[in-house]
């Protein structure tokens, strides 16, 4: 593949990509709620519990049909639940970082 074969395709791609975000399915009233209303130390801990009892299993299931779409050679789906899945899984990014242990300068 040529070079300009090679950012063709990658502004294909992120053009999809950017394109997700925008799909109206985030068009959410939950998530507008959530946004319009003030939250206190009771209403966070029953929407965090509630947010895990919900998405236990979401990492698992979007990696079985990545899995499964790869066997079937359905690159779309394969595409498309591999960004969801980097997307659910934070993109890689750490948030919680291990606290270093002062004692032997090892994590």
Not at 31 to 52: C, G, H, S, V
Not at 57 to 65: D, E
Request: net charge negative; proline share 3%; glycine share 6%.
């Amino acid at each position: 593949m040529y070079v300009a074969e090679t950012n063709n395709v990658a502004a294909k791609l992120t053009d999809f990509f950017e394109g997700l975000s925008a799909n109206p399915i985030f068009d959410n009233n939950y998530f507008q709620y959530i946004k319009d209303n003030e939250w206190n130390p009771r209403t966070y801990e029953l929407y965090r519990a509630n947010f895990f009892y919900r998405t236990e299993l979401t990492v698992k299931g979007i990696a079985h049909v990545c899995g499964r779409s790869a066997a079937v050679n359905d690159m779309d789906t394969l595409i498309l639940f591999a960004y969801i899945l980097s997307e659910e899984t934070g993109f890689g990014n750490c948030i919680f970082r291990p606290i270093m242990n002062t004692h032997s300068g090892r994590t």
